[in-house]
């Protein structure tokens, strides 16, 4: 296992609803990367946070948005809940520019 | 942005034979190629990378090729065992951890 966590490991929500998932890095990692797997396809880049600072997104609207804390733990945000945000939601923490560790996913679906 | 072709979608082996899994990348700036393994319901996890300095790399009977002319790289999985059944993923990136995967391929091994 890597070290890396993610809570909750599923969640039903309902279209327009928001949600927040969390994930703790592996211990001294400083860069986390948010990913979304849709169902029978490879994992989409969200977004990065390096030192509690957003350091690149994917093609995702604002809706999606994080945080990271100073202990490097992160949040992903999804504001307005639609039937395609349905997916697993991967984080991988490492290094930057550092072979990327993923956590087991939180499985979201929206009714 | 890049882009990465994985092909193919689905290889049916026998044990014993051999597997390859091919990815073409659109970025020339990309340089950091790793390959994940994804089982049903797990986190994906890295089982061998290669870097744009090396043309090839093993790991016991995994290998990565690596044709940064022609952009792309390949997994070669030699005496496969039906334990390699799993969802293959190819990668990308140019810096800062930021994988841009492909889609995938579902490999089933029969005994």
């Known amino acids: 296992e890597t070290g890396v966590t993610q809570s909750p490991t599923h969640l039903i929500k309902t279209r327009g609803q928001q949600v927040t998932l969390r994930c703790s890095s592996q211990s001294g990692h400083n860069t986390v990367s948010w990913y979304q797997q849709a169902l029978g396809q490879g994992p989409q880049f969200i977004f990065q946070y390096y030192r509690e600072e957003e350091n690149g997104r994917g093609n995702f609207p604002p809706r999606f948005s994080g945080l990271q804390f100073p202990n490097y733990s992160s949040e992903l945000n999804v504001n307005a809940l639609e039937l395609d945000d349905s997916a697993l939601y991967l984080c991988?923490?490492?290094?930057?520019?550092?072979?990327?560790?993923f956590g087991p996913g939180t499985r979201l679906t929206v009714l | 942005g890049e882009n990465v072709e994985q092909h193919p979608s689905t290889l049916s082996v026998q044990e014993g034979d051999s597997a390859v899994i091919k990815c073409t990348y659109s970025d020339s700036a990309s340089n950091y190629f790793p390959w994940y393994k994804q089982e049903l319901g797990k986190r994906p996890q890295l089982i061998i990378d290669i870097r744009s300095n090396v043309g090839e790399k093993k790991d016991q009977r995994i290998a990565v090729t690596l044709n940064k002319t022609a952009k792309h790289f390949s997994l070669h999985i030699t005496e496969t065992q039906p334990e390699d059944s799993a969802v293959y993923f190819c990668a990308a990136t140019s810096g800062y951890s930021t994988l841009t995967f492909g889609k995938g391929t579902m490999l089933l091994v029969s005994p």
């Open positions: 991988a923490s490492s290094l930057l520019q550092g072979e990327q560790f």
